[in-house]
């Protein structure tokens, strides 16, 4: 039977979009995958944030919430550069402390620092509320097609929470 391409365009946009892969699976960009820790849960992607999951909350704390972002090849900026943007997302622009790691051949950048958060957002990322005691783990990887953040922000104490998770993010990068 012949399914006419429009009808087999329509169907495969709507199981797309109304698919959602399992928080454990894989996920990829920039040449690169990782695994999801488990209790992430999956959310809004865009053209660049290829990924955003729900961090559980800490106790008696809100959730965090981890972002993946991939620009393309030669796009979004330098590792030092961004690393230095992450600190101005903070209230007095501190230092992140940041160290540099390889995982799977590929040099990554990690990064934290924490204080009062700016809760950057919209199309010029200002601030949209302060929020006291946060905190953001980052890291940049430097993959085959290009950088790839990863950018774990959220209350102090649920970002300890989940560090463990962060760090087993990291370490299941693999290049695809």
């Given at each position: 039977?012949?399914?006419?391409?429009?009808?087999?365009?329509?169907?495969?946009?709507?199981?797309?979009?109304?698919?959602?892969?399992?928080?454990?699976?894989?996920?990829?960009?920039?040449?690169?995958?990782?695994?999801?820790p488990s209790?992430?849960?999956?959310?809004?992607?865009?053209?660049m944030r290829?990924?955003?999951?729900?961090?559980?909350?800490?106790?008696?704390?809100?959730?965090?919430?981890?972002?993946?972002?991939?620009?393309?090849?030669?796009?979004?900026?330098?590792?030092?550069?961004?690393?230095?943007?992450?600190?101005?997302?903070?209230?007095?622009?501190?230092?992140?402390?940041?160290?540099?790691?390889?995982?799977?051949?590929?040099?990554?950048?990690?990064?934290?620092?924490?204080?009062?958060?700016?809760?950057?957002?919209?199309?010029?990322?200002?601030?949209?509320?302060?929020?006291?005691?946060?905190?953001?783990?980052?890291?940049?990887?430097?993959?085959?097609?290009?950088?790839?953040?990863?950018?774990?922000?959220?209350?102090?104490?649920?970002?300890?929470?989940?560090?463990?998770?962060?760090?087993?993010?990291?370490?299941?990068?693999?290049?695809?």
């Amino acid at each position: 039977m012949r399914v006419p391409a429009a009808l087999a365009a329509s169907v495969l946009l709507v199981a797309t979009a109304s698919s959602s892969a399992p928080p454990d699976a894989p996920s990829s960009a920039g040449g690169i995958a990782w695994t999801v820790p488990s209790g992430w849960t999956g959310g809004k992607t865009t053209v660049m944030r290829v990924a955003t999951y729900a961090v559980p909350a800490a106790k008696g704390q809100e959730p965090g919430e981890c972002t993946v972002f991939f620009f393309g090849p030669g796009q979004g900026g330098g590792v030092d550069e961004n690393v230095a943007r992450w600190g101005r997302q903070f209230e007095g622009t501190p230092t992140p402390v940041s160290r540099k790691e390889q995982v799977a051949g590929m040099q990554v950048t990690r990064a934290e620092v924490a204080g009062t958060f700016l809760a950057p957002g919209g199309p010029m990322m200002q601030s949209t509320g302060k929020k006291a005691d946060y905190r953001l783990l980052g890291a940049i990887v430097e993959a085959p097609e290009g950088n790839v953040f990863f950018k774990l922000t959220g209350p102090a104490a649920t970002v300890s929470t989940a560090k463990a998770q962060f760090d087993a993010l990291v370490a299941s990068i693999r290049r695809r």
